[in-house]
């Protein structure tokens, strides 16, 4: 018996100098053992790409990536909800067909991948419904929906192209508004115990930054902060593709890929993919107690080795370009390689049609700001066109994106004017929302920068 006590006192203080001296592994542990034996529910994943287009590649393989990494680490399929496209695989300018890349040379993350929600069917509305369990309000897809409770936990990861209050979809767009009306509906109605977010866009933080509440038991993490652009990584490489990442989103998987995720908790993995994700402001947001957790009880508990693969060079070292960036720079960068007379032609016709197409969006940016503030002092209306502040009129903001969507140019053909979502952010400071929505279908009636980019290109170039 007394060796059996001495064994038991060996053993107490072995943990307790590990907990001491590996201060990581210690207070995941401790977090962990918490939670380990009460029945407090399950674990829920939604993966959603909101991108589609042959030069988004990057976002479809993260969501793919991100489906292996919780199944492998134990998630059910039946717990996880995918929205992607679904048209990169099987592209036509695919030399893989039918696979997908994280990372150069690395696995293929399409086969097995299970998809809920494609084409058509990755939405906002669809988006939202999902996230409230409603499947009655489903527009294709096959319907499935979070089945959640008090006592579960949700993980949501999201990918695209975002802008200052607002992140994009294939055929539509999503608000600061919308998403944090969603979130506060979960909360009121106990759809979750806990929440963690990750959001990967351009000024992907504008998203929480001064609107998401620390009391409603979610915390999120977001690739930029809300005035600066995310980054594609792996964006040369030898595979003929284009960027086959996003760097924080690579940044996160890969440290879940090759972790034990009870031993984890959300505060390392959030502190080790700040420092990693070196072109970006990582930022955190809502409850960050909740970062005291176990990775685990988010990203699932089982030890899984068999996905490790030799890395290699790692993200952060790799070529990195700005999100709207991707798609000039990739061309570029196969114009300068091209030895072919005719495919080099045909490159630097899409590259100047690019930026013939970036200069007319600036252009008429610039005239509607000038119309709406006619009057106004130079002084005024350089802020409105330059001013980086976070959103604190939701509605305001809401409507006029939704506006200026719909009357002055289509964040969906043009995904380079999200660029300028700040300016719409800005106007709501100086302009009451009335005035907004009276004066911008006007404003913005004889706007066509498929013509005016066309007839730029017939007189210059061709």
Not at 220 to 233: R, Y
Not at 323 to 338: F, P, T
Request: glycine residues 6%; contains cysteine.
């Amino acid at each position: 018996m007394k060796s059996i006590l001495l064994l038991f006192l060996f053993l107490a203080l072995a943990v307790v100098l590990e907990a001491r001296y590996n201060p990581r592994k210690g207070l995941a542990a401790g977090r962990q053992r918490k939670h380990k034996y009460q029945d407090e529910g399950e674990a829920f994943v939604v993966l959603v790409a909101g991108s589609n287009g042959w030069y988004n590649y990057r976002h479809q393989a993260d969501v793919a990536h991100a489906y292996h990494t919780l199944r492998n680490h134990g998630i059910p399929e039946e717990n996880i909800i995918t929205m992607m496209y679904d048209d990169v695989a099987n592209n036509q300018l695919n030399p893989y067909k039918g696979k997908l890349f994280n990372r150069p040379h690395g696995k293929d993350l399409y086969k097995g991948l299970k998809i809920d929600y494609k084409g058509s069917s990755v939405t906002p509305d669809n988006f939202l419904n999902v996230l409230r369990g409603n499947a009655s309000g489903i527009d294709g897809g096959n319907g499935r929906v979070l089945e959640t409770n008090e006592n579960d936990r949700v993980f949501v990861y999201f990918t695209d192209h975002g802008a200052v209050g607002m992140i994009s979809f294939p055929d539509g767009i999503l608000t600061v508004k919308q998403l944090n009306d969603v979130l506060v509906w979960m909360h009121k109605n106990k759809k979750y115990s806990q929440l963690a977010f990750y959001l990967e866009a351009c000024e992907s933080g504008s998203m929480f930054d001064s609107v998401l509440r620390s009391d409603m038991n979610i915390y999120a993490i977001s690739a930029a902060n809300g005035h600066e652009s995310s980054w594609g990584t792996f964006c040369e490489n030898d595979m003929n593709l284009p960027c086959l990442g996003d760097l924080f989103s690579v940044n996160w998987m890969t440290d879940s890929d090759g972790e034990d995720l009870k031993t984890e908790t959300l505060e390392f993995q959030y502190e080790l993919v700040k420092k990693e994700t070196n072109l970006s402001h990582v930022m955190q947001f809502g409850d960050k107690d909740i970062a005291k957790e176990a990775v685990a009880l988010f990203q699932g508990d089982k030890e899984d080795r068999e996905y490790i693969e030799d890395f290699g060079l790692s993200a952060s070292k790799s070529v990195n370009w700005p999100a709207r960036d991707i798609e000039l720079n990739h061309l570029i960068s196969q114009h300068k390689k091209s030895n072919d007379l005719t495919l080099s032609s045909k490159l630097e016709y899409k590259i100047n049609r690019l930026k013939e197409t970036r200069r007319a969006i600036k252009k008429n940016v610039h005239m509607i700001v000038d119309k709406l503030f006619e009057g106004e002092s130079e002084d005024l209306i350089s802020r409105v066109l330059t001013q980086s502040r976070p959103v604190f009129d939701l509605r305001c903001h809401h409507i006029a994106v939704n506006i200026f969507n719909k009357y002055c140019i289509n964040f969906n053909d043009y995904e380079y004017a999200m660029k300028y979502a700040k300016v719409i952010n800005n106007m709501c400071l100086y302009r009451r929302i009335e005035e907004i929505i009276l004066a911008l279908p006007d404003i913005c009636m004889e706007i066509d920068i498929e013509e005016e980019v066309a007839t730029r290109m017939e007189k210059e170039f061709l």
